[in-house]
């Protein structure tokens, strides 16, 4: 079943070549039980091959590797059921470099007895939930 197309408003930003950060608007097709990175393949395999995310690793909310700000809420992208007609806007993970647009540097996780932390060049962060702060608890 088809119907009205989904919007997708994505941050683009180059840190090697862009001097600021940048938006652009993409409109793809909707059908049943599409995905939200299923979208965003859409847009990287029909309308802007340029597009940089991290693509699919596990595919069933079990890795995070798919993880963005959707509506400025941290979400797996993986699991996040898109609706006709919606309005989405897709940014890189919050308190991580990018790398490009919206692949961001996860680093590695350590655990210690005082928590999980990601360590990435140069710094330390609390793992996402924490850094992010409570509103970017990450729904599926
Ligand atoms: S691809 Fe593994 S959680 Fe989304």
Same mark, same amino acid.
């Given at each position: 079943? /088809?119907?009205?197309? !989904? %919007?997708?408003? =994505? ?5 090697? *070549?862009?001097?600021?950060?940048? %938006? ?5 097709? @909707? +059908? #049943?039980? &599409?995905? $939200? &990175? #299923?979208?965003?393949?859409? !847009?990287?395999?029909? &309308? ?7 693509? %699919?690793?596990?595919?069933?909310? @079990? ?6 700000? =959707?509506?400025?809420?941290?979400? +797996?992208?993986? /699991? ?9 806007? =897709? ?11 919206? *692949? =961001?540097?996860?680093? !590695? ?14 710094? !330390?962060? +609390?793992? @996402?939930?924490? *850094?992010?702060?409570?509103? #970017?608890? $990450?729904? /599926?």
């Amino acid at each position: 079943m /088809s119907g009205e197309p !989904v %919007y997708l408003k =994505v941050f683009r930003y180059d840190p090697g *070549a862009d001097n600021a950060p940048r %938006y652009e608007d993409y409109e793809v097709p @909707w +059908r #049943q039980g &599409l995905l $939200l &990175l #299923q979208g965003l393949r859409y !847009v990287r395999d029909n &309308l802007d091959e340029t597009l940089a995310f991290r693509d %699919y690793c596990c595919g069933c909310s @079990w890795c995070m590797s798919c993880v963005m700000t =959707v509506n400025g809420k941290g979400r +797996r992208t993986c /699991s996040k059921l898109i609706m006709p007609g919606e309005h989405i806007l =897709v940014e890189p993970m919050r308190g991580f470099p990018i790398i490009r647009d919206l *692949a =961001v540097d996860f680093g !590695v996780s350590i655990t210690t007895s005082v928590g999980t932390f990601r360590k990435m060049a140069g710094t !330390v962060l +609390r793992r @996402w939930n924490d *850094a992010a702060g409570p509103d #970017q608890g $990450l729904g /599926s």
